[in-house]
Structure formats: structure tokens, C-alpha cells
């Protein structure tokens, strides 16, 4: 009888290469170019797609254990936190918003992007790289779903979470999230890499997690810790592969340098344009502070992308066309964004407020240079306001810039008194910016950018204008927002009613004693 | 510069004068950001600087604390970035108006809340 031979087990590079470029063919009676149309459009000049390697090696068996592991560790800290009432022990209420805005933000971005990744991949020529975007998809997807499963416990005992997919299609003031989302879902399979993961992942993502994770466990939110920890894994992945990407489409052909260059300059910027978002869930909505978002900019991007794009350089990689402009812009952008947020407050599915005394001695101590000047006046003239019983709203509908879709906030660099305006004509028609990145991203596709359905020009087109009191908050309730229960002040709101009930946020206070 | 397509990339603009009733008109009170942003309206071009004055830039701005103390002689205005000196009873489109034009005040001496632009 034949001895039965032990197969050997592969060594990781061999088991990689097995998973990856060995599962690629050839095609035989149709040619690449149509089982690829994505592949060649863009402009990249690509020799040879065996160059590319996941740094990491990862492979779709060992992919599929580590997210188990993730998974089973995770869900019993979520489950204990659900069975032990866990929604009492956050530091405040007004904690909760914070979820709030992540599950109105980022969640469904995510749903967006792993449609992109997920065409992506299936359009990408490359082996390797077609199983590492395949991999992001499936992770993009995840993460999604992680974040709803984590603040599933908070929709049942709080308002504003309970048709979020909805009103991250529709809602005014989420427009910057879908359209950055649809913006690169639509471009192609290369942009989109460069985007997202690199863009937004390598250069940004960062700061995200900081709140998200660390914000959150300081709160006593462990519900979302470990989602956010999980996700943090990956995307320590994606920020590698961005990078990977990038190098390898520099090494492959010089001419493709314009092109990352471009695409670079474009993500950046519009990633940055998403760090209002983050920056107010950083410096106004965590009760219990951690560090400001300066000092996360410093730390977490900063430092690193100067030093990351150094060691591009010698590829022709510069960093991107709004580097000094973003950085300069890091006393202002929470400040800027909770402002906006507060005066249409009574139009955002969350709550808003001025923060407590010292809590504002705080944005004092971290903003030196600004927020006395040009901040803490505006704060303290609505504190007053409020306390009379005449809390600011602000109904009118703002003016939003044709590319980011932020409603025009934003200030000159330099320059907090004025803000900043550019236009440019095309086909006869004027299209306003709120900065000079906006605009030249706008410059380079004006047919893409002309199709941008601004909710406020959306909101007009359908409403009267003077039929209606407060056209943005009835295109809120008009999308199933509970305008009474889920908008406006903090301190009159039903979260905040219960939450006293029930004796919140008692363990934190008197661990704090 | 036009878009990189697998085919034909042609769009018209989604929101051409055409699709509004009255043309839209951005409208800012400069150093005055407790309204966070620039506002836009569908308005006649018919609309009198005199109406825009009494009705129009009341209800948008009247809240703040600094209206009541603006010396309407003083304001100036500007089209976009370029000034100009309006007549009060000629219309937004004798003053050159059109189709997505920002007007933008701005009142020397009355620079926001405590000063601070807001």
C-alpha cells in the first residue's frame, strides 16, 4: 500500500502568491480590455501588475479567522454592556450625539464605499490588488454594520438614530458626507483607491478614531469602543495598502505622477472638508474631554503626513496643494462647525448647546489664539439668549459650496473675519466655491460637479420660499425626522429629561469624588 | 478640463435659472457670523433695494443685535467682491443681478458680537 504523503503547509509568501496572483488568468475568448473596461480609462500607464503586493499578505482564509477572533471578542463586550444598562453609565447625555453623528456621518459613508470598493475590485485588473480591494469592501461593510450593531443599544432609550440610511441620503446638512462618498464611488477604480485609502485613510483617519475610541471609552461608552477598535485594525491595513498603491503606481511610469499628484491634491482636500464633522465631536461633544482637535491634528496628521510625504518626495509626490491651508485652518474648524450646527439647531437630528462654563475655559486654554477673540462671544451672547428663554435658531438656508456641499463657513487663511468666496462661470452659469481646492477641483470636472443637487437649491426648487417658516427644518421632518423630539436645544430635549430619570451618568460623577 | 469616461460624459447644470421660478440670490452680512453662512433666496428680480432693505434683510438679520444700530448711509454693498452704490428704488436686475449673484453688506463700526465678527 502507497505511504499517503503529508502535504507540506506553505510558507506565507507561497500561500500569498497561491491566494493572489495564482488565482489569476488569462483571458482566452474575450478580450482584457472588455472583461476590464475600468482598467485603462484614468491615464495610469501600468507594465507590470505583479509588482504590486498587500504588505501585509493577507489572504482570504486568514482574513476570515482574524475577523472571526475581532468579532466574538467584541460582541461579548457589547452584549455585557447592553445586559448591565450600560447606557446609564455614560459621563452625559449629551454624549450621546456624538453617536448620533457617527451613525448619521460615517455609517453610511462606509455602506457607500463598500459598493465602491466592492465595483472596484470586481473591475480591477490586478490580481493582488483585486483581493485587497475585495478585502476592503467586505471591511467597509463591516464597519458599517459594526457601528449600527454598537449604537443599537443607545436607539432604544434615545431619540435621533432611527432611520439615519435615510437621512444621510436627504438630510441638508449630511450632504457633505454622501457627496465626498459618491464622489469617489463614481470615479475610477484608481482614484477610488487614492481616495479612500490613501486620502482619507493614510492621511486622516486618524483623527476619527481618536474621538471615536478614545473619546468614547473616556465617557464610558463601551459599546463603541470595541467596534471602533475593530475597525481601527483594518484600517491600520488600508492606510498601508494606500500607501503601497500609491509608490507602485509612481515606480510604474513617471508619466503617472501628475495624475496621484492630482488625485492627491483633490482627496486631501476633500477629505479635510469632512474634519469639521470631526473636529466639533472632538472639542464640543464629548463631555469628558481627552485632548483637543489641534492637538490631535498635531499628533496624528501634522507630524506624520510632513514625514510620510519626505519619504515620498524621491517618487515626485509633494504633499497636497492644501497642506498649509488645512493646517492653519486647526484653530478654527470646531469653533467654525459647532457654530454652524448650533444656529440651525432646531434643523439637525441631533442636539446642540453651549458648553458649560469651564468646560469653555477649556477651548479656552487649548485655542490661545482664537477662541476668546473670535469664539467664546458668539457662545456667551446664545448662553444668554438661552437663558431667557430665546435660544438662537437660524432659519434661513445657507448658501452651500458647489464641491463639498459644506454650507459656506468656512473664513480666508489668516483672516477669521471674513469669509472666504470664489465663483467661477461655466457654460454661463456662476458656481460658487468656499475655497481655491474647491474650486480647482471643480475646474478639472465641471461636468461632473454641475450635476451636485445642493439640498438648499433642492429645498428651494421644491418649497415656496416664503410659504414655509423654517424650510430646513420641514425638509427634516418631511424625511421622518421627529423634529420635536429629535432636533434643537440639549437642555429642553426628552434625552435629557430621561437620562435624569433614570439617574445617568451617577457612576462617572462619583468615581470622579 | 473634461471628465475621463468610459463614453460620452455630457451633463447640463442641475440647477440652471431655468429650473427656478425667481433666479437665486446669495445674500451675507459681512464680519457678521452668528449667521454662520451666506443665505440664498429665490427672489424677483423686480425686488427693489428699498424692499430688500425694509423686509428682506429684516427678517434674515433683524435678530441681531447690531441691526438696529446700522446708519443705512454708511452700508456698503458689493456684487460679489466688487462694490457698488445701489439705488434704493431701482430692482436687483437694474443693478446687474442675476442668476446666482452674491450680494454682500457691510456695515463700518459694526463688526458682530463684542467685536468678534459674530
Known amino acids: 500500500m502507497d505511504k499517503r504523503v503529508e502535504k507540506k503547509k506553505l510558507d506565507i509568501a507561497s500561500r500569498y502568491a497561491a491566494m493572489s496572483h495564482d488565482l489569476h488568468w488569462d483571458t482566452t475568448y474575450q478580450t482584457a480590455d472588455k472583461v476590464y473596461p475600468f482598467a485603462r480609462y484614468e491615464g495610469l500607464q501600468i507594465h507590470d501588475w505583479k509588482k504590486w503586493e498587500d504588505p501585509f499578505h493577507m489572504t482570504l482564509d486568514v482574513w476570515w479567522r482574524q475577523q472571526g477572533e475581532k468579532e466574538r471578542r467584541l460582541y461579548a463586550v457589547m452584549d455585557a454592556f447592553a445586559q448591565n444598562n450600560g447606557q446609564i453609565g455614560v459621563s452625559d447625555a449629551r454624549y450621546i450625539n456624538a453617536v448620533k453623528l457617527v451613525l448619521q456621518v460615517f455609517s453610511p459613508l462606509k455602506y457607500t464605499l463598500h459598493r465602491a470598493f466592492a465595483h472596484a475590485a470586481r473591475n480591477m485588473p490586478g490580481d ?190 509633494q504633499l497636497p496643494a492644501g497642506w498649509q491651508q488645512a493646517c492653519d485652518a486647526k484653530d478654527h474648524l470646531s469653533h467654525q462647525a459647532w457654530n454652524m450646527f448650533y444656529g440651525y439647531g432646531q434643523a439637525v437630528a441631533f442636539h446642540t448647546w453651549v458648553p458649560e462654563p469651564d468646560e469653555l475655559n477649556w477651548l479656552d486654554r487649548k485655542y490661545p489664539d482664537s477662541f476668546d477673540r473670535w469664539y467664546r462671544p458668539r457662545l456667551a451672547y446664545y448662553a444668554q439668549r438661552e437663558a431667557t428663554g430665546h435660544r438662537y435658531y437660524n432659519r434661513a438656508l445657507p448658501m452651500q459650496c458647489q464641491v463639498c456641499q459644506q454650507p459656506m463657513m468656512f473664513t480666508e487663511q489668516g483672516a477669521p473675519r471674513w469669509i472666504a468666496y470664489r465663483n467661477t462661470q461655466h457654460a454661463g452659469e456662476a458656481f460658487h466655491f468656499c475655497s481655491d481646492h474647491c474650486e480647482h477641483i471643480f475646474a478639472h470636472e465641471p461636468e461632473k460637479y454641475v450635476q451636485a443637487k445642493l439640498p438648499s437649491h433642492e429645498i428651494l426648487h421644491a418649497q415656496r420660499a416664503d410659504s414655509v417658516a423654517d424650510p430646513l427644518q420641514a425638509s427634516l421632518a418631511a424625511i421622518g425626522v421627529d423634529t420635536a423630539r429629535d432636533t434643537g436645544e440639549f437642555k429642553h430635549s426628552e434625552d435629557a429629561q430621561n437620562f435624569e430619570t433614570w439617574g445617568g451618568g451617577q457612576d462617572m460623577k462619583e468615581a470622579q469624588l | 478640463m473634461s471628465v475621463a469616461a468610459i463614453g460620452n460624459y455630457h451633463h447640463a447644470s442641475h440647477d440652471s435659472a431655468a429650473r427656478f421660478s425667481d433666479p437665486l440670490l446669495y445674500v451675507a452680512w459681512d464680519e457678521h457670523m452668528m449667521f454662520a453662512a451666506p443665505v440664498v433666496l429665490a427672489l424677483s428680480p423686480d425686488t427693489t433695494f428699498e424692499h430688500l432693505k425694509a423686509k428682506v434683510l429684516h427678517k434674515l438679520y433683524g435678530e441681531h443685535p447690531d441691526f438696529k444700530l446700522i446708519d443705512w448711509a454708511r452700508v456698503q454693498w458689493f456684487r460679489g467682491d466688487v462694490m457698488f452704490t445701489p439705488k434704493m428704488d431701482k430692482s436687483l436686475a437694474d443693478h446687474g443681478f442675476g442668476h446666482k449673484s452674491v450680494l454682500r453688506f457691510r456695515t463700518p463700526g459694526l463688526e458682530g458680537l463684542r467685536g468678534s465678527c459674530g
Open chain 1, 128 to 317: 493582488a490588488m483585486r483581493i485587497a480591494t475585495l478585502l476592503q469592501a467586505s471591511e467597509e461593510l463591516r464597519h458599517s454594520q459594526l457601528e449600527v450593531h454598537a449604537a443599537s443599544v443607545y436607539n432604544k432609550y434615545f431619540n435621533g438614530m432611527h432611520d439615519t440610511p435615510r437621512w444621510h441620503e436627504q438630510a441638508w446638512y449630511l450632504a457633505p458626507a454622501k457627496s465626498f462618498a459618491e464622489d469617489a464611488a463614481t470615479a475610477g477604480p484608481f482614484e477610488l483607491l487614492v481616495a479612500i485609502s490613501f486620502g482619507f485613510d493614510s492621511l486622516l483617519s486618524d483623527t476619527l478614531f481618536v474621538p471615536a475610541m478614545s473619546g468614547a471609552a473616556h465617557n464610558g461608552d463601551l459599546s463603541m469602543v470595541p467596534a471602533s477598535f475593530s475597525s481601527q485594525a483594518d484600517t491600520a491595513r488600508h492606510k498601508a495598502l494606500g500607501i503601497a498603491t500609491v509608490k507602485f503606481l509612481l515606480q510604474q511610469d513617471p508619466a503617472n505622477a501628475a495624475i496621484v499628484q492630482r488625485w492627491v491634491d483633490k482627496w486631501f482636500w476633500r477629505s479635510f472638508r469632512l474634519m469639521p464633522l470631526v473636529a466639533m465631536l472632538q472639542d464640543y461633544m464629548l463631555p469628558k474631554r481627552i485632548s483637543s482637535f489641534k492637538e490631535a491634528w498635531n499628533e496624528f496628521v501634522e507630524s506624520p503626513v510632513t514625514e510620510l510625504f519626505a519619504e515620498l518626495a524621491p517618487y515626485g509626490l
